[in-house]
């Protein structure tokens, strides 16, 4: 991905993967380590993996150091993001060094991003599970936030202890993930990168481009914001709702409430999936306020990665959709 201060193109798009849980989970990690390199090939910039704890959501992956080291073993290029760490459930020093251990067996390909945990209470069984209060999640992330910066910015744990492996540029390379207005403003009074959290924000009552615009007042130095974006583009709009057909019928127990076409249009809608024909999908994107100032665009395609069609659907957004779209001048 090609940025700058004064302008942004999606030149390289990125790809946000979600894993889902389910037997055999063997089989999903494979499953996900073959679209990283089939999205290397295709000319992805980046690979962002969605980390949750106790199924959370249904997501597979709790753990997602040890896994982006083994997707760095079968890529050259690519970066590799984590999405996200939900640092109240983290003890920063110890996250360092997972996270400067994986920083160098990917090459400095790295990108750290990290977050509260999902609110809305996704996160409820987490902090339930790591026997941390909810309450204390703005204080607890704001401690082992400060004190990750520190520890990769200096490299040091005290003035007598280094961490080991040197942390790099990896301090660079740190993204928050939020829905909160006061953390998109700070994280870019930081330099840190932006990853909006556009459901938790729109359901709150607010918008992408309002954490956008908050990060964009304070922010210093370049910005870096990477917007999700979720796709599932087919021959026509039919054909694309087969491709949800298709997966309710493969995954059952991840849409226990969809039994009507009028249910399939209220998913779509409150998930904010862009659905149709490629032209369709990018004149919907580019009529995406949020999207005005993105120097990086996640596209999440919400689909089991053993769908019959998840390769196809990647296909096209890499030839089809992502070309299309540029980014206005940001400020």
Not at 79 to 101: I, K, W
Not at 306 to 312: D, F, I, K, M, V
């Amino acid at each position: 991905m090609i940025t700058s201060s004064s302008s942004a193109a999606v030149d390289a798009p990125s790809l946000f993967v979600q894993l889902r849980s389910g037997p055999p989970v063997a089989e999903v990690y494979r499953q996900t380590i073959d679209i990283g390199t089939r999205a290397e090939r295709l000319g992805f910039g980046a690979l962002w993996f969605a980390t949750r704890h106790f199924e959370a959501h249904h997501a597979a992956l709790p753990s997602v150091f040890p896994f982006v080291a083994a997707v760095a073993q079968h890529t050259t290029t690519i970066r590799l993001g984590t999405g996200v760490v939900a640092l109240p459930f983290e003890h920063p020093v110890r996250l360092a060094e997972d996270a400067v251990v994986t920083d160098a067996l990917s090459g400095g390909r790295l990108e750290l991003g990290v977050g509260k945990g999902l609110g809305f209470g996704h996160s409820a069984s987490s902090y339930i599970g790591f026997g941390v209060p909810d309450t204390d999640r703005e204080a607890l992330y704001a401690d082992r936030l400060a004190a990750l910066r520190r520890l990769l910015a200096y490299g040091r744990v005290t003035d007598d202890i280094a961490l080991y492996p040197p942390p790099g540029t990896l301090r660079s390379r740190i993204w928050q993930s939020t829905g909160n207005i006061d953390t998109a403003r700070r994280a870019g009074a930081a330099g840190d990168g932006l990853l909006p959290h556009g459901n938790s924000q729109a359901r709150a009552g607010g918008d992408v481009a309002e954490l956008v615009d908050a990060y964009l007042s304070s922010c210093r130095g370049t910005p870096r914001i990477g917007s999700t974006v979720t796709v599932l583009p087919g021959d026509n709009e039919r054909d694309a709702l087969d491709l949800l057909d298709t997966d309710i019928r493969l995954s059952p127990a991840y849409y226990p409430e969809l039994p009507s076409a009028a249910d399939r249009r209220r998913f779509l809608t409150d998930n904010r999936i862009r659905i149709g024909t490629a032209d369709q999908i990018v004149e919907q994107l580019r009529a995406d306020r949020g999207l005005a100032a993105t120097t990086e665009v996640l596209f999440h395609i919400p689909l089991a990665v053993g769908h019959p069609r998840y390769a196809e659907c990647l296909d096209r957004v890499s030839a089809e959709i992502a070309p299309r779209l540029h980014t206005r001048p940001v400020r």
